[in-house]
């Protein structure tokens, strides 16, 4: 499906190996340009338990669909992996391309303005952050394979596409990787989807040197409080009312503003942008009332040490935010 229109939005597809900074790179995207994001599907929080390959396969068939769909209405889009990732780990096991990888390329071959960006690592970095992979046969396959990492990497050297290959351990902020997201969100494009801004407040956290961290049962994963600010309640003070009703602390003290930020998602034929405040927020004491949840929402509090927090968040914008906190408690400065 190709746009008629005389801007045409581009598509950036982020690979990279594990815990190379893919959804870092993404989440300053979404930050600096109107996008929209096909985020990673996951077997895992979608209790899949056989035939993974295969179900990866038709996801990864309808995510880019969706990517095309949101072009043809003028949205530029960024999309986490792709039918690329199961022939690269298939290719890193078995040093062969898989019997069905032809047809599949051909796919992403006939999408016009396609941008591949792969993020890598040195092996030795590689092979440290693997320990924290929760996929277990991920893990396994890595451990198991002297030459994942060079069949990986080699994987997207050789497929035919034109990849810009980004070493995140000193080019993930260097002005030509500015540069080359400057060439493909830079430019304006017209969309058809109608947006609506939301003004919201999350927060950090913490009670001594641990960090509070929210569980969602609905959505199987772990973020930090936030919520909507309501008509003529300040972003302060929504976060006060938001950490009270989802997690039942009341005892707590806002220490500063860590940082302000946008970014879009698609609901029901209208783009979304949420505008949020964060806040970095101390805890006096663990006393706690009732919560306050509403229907949708059902949480499980968590206290945890910094760095089990990090790869325990979900969202790289949280991540972030963690980050940033924990700069002003290490220097008592403002975090850049």
Known sequence: MKSTRNNTPNILLVEGLWGAGKSTLISKI??????LFVPEPNYQVSGIKTSITEWYKKQHETRLKTALEYASHGEHVVMERSILSNAAFHYAKHAKMPDWFDSSKFSLFSVAN?????????????????????DPSVRNA???????????????????????????????ASPTV??????????????????VTHPCSSAVVTYGDKLLILYSKKHKQYTLPQGHIK??????????REI??????????????IRSYSFRFLNDNSVIKKDIDCFFVTLKNLNRVHKRLEKHESYKNFIVHQDKGLRMLNWPEDRENVTRAYEFISTKKPAS
């Open 114 to 134: 396609l941008r591949i960006f792969f993020l890598y690592t040195d092996k030795q970095t590689f092979m440290h952050n693997a320990k924290y992979i929760k």
């Open 178 to 195: 500015n540069k080359h997201l400057h060439k493909i969100f830079g430019k304006k494009v017209k969309s058809d989807f109608k947006e």
């Open 142 to 172: 890595i451990k198991n394979n002297k030459l994942f990492y060079k069949n990986y990497v080699n994987f997207f050297r050789h497929i035919g596409f034109d990849v810009q290959f980004v070493n995140s351990t000193n080019q993930l």
């Open 231 to 240: 008509p003529g309640e300040s972003a302060k003070k929504t976060i006060y």
């Open 244 to 257: 009270t009703e989802e997690t039942g602390y009341t005892d707590m003290k806002v220490l500063r503003r």
């Open 30 to 35: 979404r930050e600096k340009y109107p996008v």
